[in-house]
């Protein structure tokens, strides 16, 4: 005579081949030649991450979109950078503004910046007048704008 209890060994294993044998007669999942490709995600640009020294190719994607030069784009992300930095001497009146590099390269003063389409931008760089100093030398009374273009 045989028992009918309810869960015992047998219908444990027999429900676990059950469920195995399932499993593998599911269809695998195959790629479909027919979906569209999807474009990689665009790198997200997180507001926390602003650097005061740095405007990155994230930021300008993100914030800056409907900016068309170097200026435009200073003017409304980073207009400190622009500001006058003050007498160069005590015998000379004249105020400062910082000098504009491209590529680490001598362009001059300000106007060069609105030359400069924001579209060929991966990094706009502010140099204090130390730093700008330590780098290219002296000269530098109001810091140094270098624009990274990535065409090195």
Excluded at 7 to 36: I, V
Excluded at 71 to 97: C, E, H, K, N
């Amino acid at each position: 005579m045989r028992s009918s209890t309810r869960g015992g060994p047998r219908s444990f294993l027999a429900g676990l081949l059950l469920s195995s044998a399932m499993a593998g007669c599911a269809p695998a999942s195959a790629p479909d030649p027919f979906r569209a490709a999807t474009a990689p995600p665009r790198p997200s640009f997180d507001p926390g991450q602003i650097k005061p020294n740095e405007i990155g190719r994230p930021e300008i994607l993100a914030r800056g979109k409907n900016d068309l030069t170097a200026m435009a784009l200073i003017r409304r992300l980073r207009p400190g950078w622009l500001t006058v930095r003050g007498q160069i001497s005590f015998t000379d009146g004249a105020s400062s503004y910082p000098i504009v590099y491209i590529d680490e390269v001598r362009h001059g003063g300000l106007p060069t910046l609105h030359g400069i389409p924001a579209n060929e931008i991966q990094r706009l760089e502010f140099y204090s007048t130390a730093d700008a100093t330590t780098r290219w030398g002296t000269g530098h009374t109001a810091g140094v704008i270098n624009v990274v273009t990535g065409r090195r």
